[in-house]
């Protein structure tokens, strides 16, 4: 499917702009320009009940509980209404996203697909001992591996293509702290000091 965009896509009376004309473009495209012409079209294809199906299996206006806090839900209107179609589709009219709730989203594009529920403390230590270490709990599949790969992809891409492959070399998407956790596993068995480790894992 391809997109144009001429910086200004009329809808029923309304407007939705974007920064620029991005011309004939395709969907990885699209993010790569976050093109508001784009998916205000691609809302318009799909129709609100669709639309809204997603933003339900997502979870994006779903509150969070985790750590004894509950979050605030979200909220989306799910009309036909052309313009206002368009606007819900790239996150604005009346849109409300929590964004403890987007942060579990992209966890699951960072995951697989499998929502990632936060934590509030990692770890607590007491010199080299460890007195307290958050549980790692997963949340339900929101999307298919194939899907969750594809949208990592094009969302890298809109950093790389906007900012440069040599501005931005060291994007990394991590959906556990398992690879942070190996490498403090090892270096405890290794002895080596929690400052040098805490140190690496933040580099």
Known sequence: MTFSCGSVLELGGGKITCER????????????NSCNCAF???????GAD???EYVQKFGVIQSVSFDGVTTASGAYTNTNEPVFLGLGAIGQHEDQINPCSFMVYMGAVANGGKAVMPYMIEQVTAGERITYQAQK???DRVMSTQTAA??????RSNVTQKYGE??????ITYGTMATKMAIKDVARV??????TVNALCKA
Not at 190 to 195: E, G, I, R, S, T
């Open 40 to 46: 205000a079209t691609l809302a318009q294809e799909l």
């Open 190 to 195: 290794q002895k080596v000091p929690l400052a």
């Open 150 to 155: 594809t949208v990592k992809e094009y969302m």
């Open 50 to 52: 669709t639309l809204n």
């Open 137 to 139: 709990t997963s949340g």
């Open 166 to 171: 040599e501005k931005v070399t060291h994007i």
């Open 21 to 32: 004309a991005h011309g004939s473009q395709n969907l990885k495209e699209a993010f790569q």
